[in-house]
């Protein structure tokens, strides 16, 4: 559905020195500097995926949904998306596309969003009666129906958001990218349009591209993540396979009720993390039954999976380094 | 079409929010135009002339309210639109949808500017009238008014394109205003400079939209003068198109969408 082969660009930035000098300097001659962007990116998606690209600041993501979206042009490389070739930017191309662009918006500022709707309903050549039923679907379901007449500029950011993506989906594109699409959104409104992507996804085979700073939102919506840094896919895989590659093998949290080790632990190595709460480490070469054990004095013990933030948090360090 | 259209409604829409900047607006062309009338009025009586090239005093008064008026439907929005979008990255979210930027831009032009083009177009259709000119006459200069409507738009759509290179469009707008007032004959009629200058100046788009146009309005001219400039008009139009879209070609893979 997409792919993109050996894709690289390249933008221009200039470097100004400090101060009054500086900016005389930088007024006669300008030191102009290139900086890598994306570096042989490889990258297939399929239909109804739902891929989320993760990255540092600066790392490419942006760069990536603009190459895909036909926004700019690669340098080297090509992208295959839906047959098209983005950057022609062909009316049957971005008609076949939905984005959302967390801080850029395409709702008209003075206007109520049906007014933006209409004009959408015009531009993507939606029929009266497919228009009706879908914006009655894309308001009740992210619960904004009521605000619907209401002067964008009115409406709070969260309200705003929604807007954007009932814009981004209201001629049923056969993908999605959205770029930062929960920035600023409480956790109400955020598991709403959680929810309603999911939804969009199961019902309609949408083909959804999702990059976030939010671990919340890749951990909740994709099935396939791909981590950029300094312009390179360093990883690219499902959250399962992740966890799995990063968790501490045979490791177990244990949770007790009395501030002491429920079973006999001369075998054993143990960590005690705080206060009733304790990290079992266990022999790769015994049979790891437990001896001796206290089941009353046990509150739970669970196998340790790190969380998602922690295991990015890491491979982001660990590139740096 | 239809998708155009639309374009052009919401605009108007939005247009009709700002009660307070329209009144703004025309109530500092109405003072321009008096300004310039009366220093006009001050040059007829302080020199004791009835005409000046081939000008009466009502005749120039005549000329100087229309090309004045027309000033305000041909203006330069245009051209920082595009520059702000580009400047602000709000250019992506057009190029994202199956619309061509062009007619788009023009759209949303013909709707901000659809209450000033009516008023203008039944000043002029009454000021023909009322000089007694045929139909034949009537039907040229509507035909002219539009081409030049055309001429105009393309060439602010060119100069817009300058955006994908430089920052800041606004130090454009005096530079564009100056020419405007001076090679348009917004200040006085162009005719009354030399005739080798006028020769050049009068094909020239702005001279086109200012000068020719109130002279075509005011019936001072014939039947083939209109036909003449509306010639040179829809040369104007095909260089014009072509330049942009060489240009709009350049500028769209210069840029990068960024900005907030």
């Known amino acids: ?321 | 079409m239809n998708k155009y259209l639309r374009i052009l409604y919401s605009q108007i829409s939005s247009q009709l929010i700002y009660k307070f900047d329209t009144c703004v607006k025309l109530a500092l062309k109405v003072m321009q135009i008096l300004t310039t009338v009366f220093i006009w009025k001050a040059i007829y009586i302080s020199n004791e002339y009835n005409y000046i090239g081939e000008y009466s005093y009502n005749n120039m008064i005549m000329y100087i309210i229309l090309a004045n008026v027309a000033s305000v439907i041909f203006s330069f929005e245009p051209c920082f639109r595009l520059g702000t979008l580009i400047h602000s990255g709000k250019l992506t979210t057009l190029l994202l949808r199956p619309i061509h930027l062009l007619y788009e831009s023009f759209a949303r032009y013909m709707g901000s500017k659809i209450l000033e083009v009516t008023v203008y177009l039944i000043l002029a259709f009454f000021m023909i009238n009322a000089q007694g000119a045929d139909i034949l006459y009537v039907f040229f200069a509507l035909i002219f008014l539009l081409l030049a409507f055309l001429m105009f738009f393309m060439c602010v759509s060119v100069i817009s394109t300058i955006g994908f290179w430089i920052i800041q469009m606004w130090p454009l707008r005096s530079i564009l205003t100056a020419i405007y007032l001076l090679m348009g004959g917004l200040y006085f009629p162009l005719d009354l400079l030399p005739k080798p200058y006028y020769m050049v100046l009068s094909v020239t788009p702005f001279a086109i939209v200012g000068h020719v146009l109130t002279k075509v309005l005011t019936c001072q001219v014939e039947n083939t003068f209109i036909l003449y400039y509306c010639l040179i008009t829809l040369i104007w139009i095909v260089f014009l198109y072509y330049i942009y879209n060489i240009l709009l070609s350049k500028g769209l893979k210069k840029y990068e969408g960024m900005g907030n």
Request: net charge neutral; aromatic share 8%.
């Open chain 1, 1 to 321: 559905m997409i792919e993109c082969k050996n894709v690289s660009y390249k933008y221009e930035t200039f470097e100004k020195k400090a101060g009054l000098k500086g900016s005389i300097l930088d007024f006669g001659k300008r030191e102009k500097k290139e900086v890598t962007a994306l570096d042989d990116i490889n990258l297939s998606i399929v239909e109804g995926d739902i891929i989320g690209i993760l990255g540092p600041n600066g790392a490419g993501k942006t760069t990536l949904i603009k190459l895909l979206t036909g926004i700019i042009k690669p340098q080297q490389g090509t992208i295959d998306s839906l047959g098209c070739n983005p950057f022609s930017k062909t009316p049957n191309y971005l008609s076949q596309i939905g984005v959302v662009l967390g801080q850029k918006t395409q709702l008209i500022w003075d206007l109520p969003a049906f007014e933006t709707l209409k004009m959408l309903q015009a531009i993507y050549n939606v029929s009266n009666a497919s228009f009706s039923v879908r914006l009655k679907y894309l308001t009740e379901k992210l619960q904004i129906a009521d605000k619907l007449f209401i002067p964008v500029r009115k409406l709070s950011l969260g309200e705003r958001i929604k807007f954007e993506l009932v814009c981004s989906v209201i001629h049923s594109p056969k993908v999605l990218f959205l770029d930062e699409p929960t920035i600023g959104v409480d956790i109400v409104s955020q598991y709403a349009i959680y929810d309603f992507l999911h939804e969009l996804n199961s019902k309609e085979k949408t083909t959804i591209i999702l990059t976030s700073h939010y671990m919340n939102d890749i951990e909740k919506m994709a099935n396939r993540i791909a981590v950029i840094i300094k312009g390179k896919i360093v990883k690219e895989s499902t959250i399962d396979e992740i966890r799995k590659e990063y968790s501490t093998q045979n490791c177990y949290i244990i949770e007790t009720k009395e501030n002491k080790i429920p079973f006999d632990a001369k075998a054993y190595r143990i960590e005690r993390i705080e206060s009733c709460k304790y990290k079992l480490y266990l022999n790769e070469d015994s049979e790891n039954i437990l001896n001796n054990v206290n089941i009353s004095n046990i509150v739970s013990i669970r196998e340790e999976v790190p969380k998602l933030e922690e295991i990015i948090f890491k491979m982001f360090t660990q590139e740096n380094q």
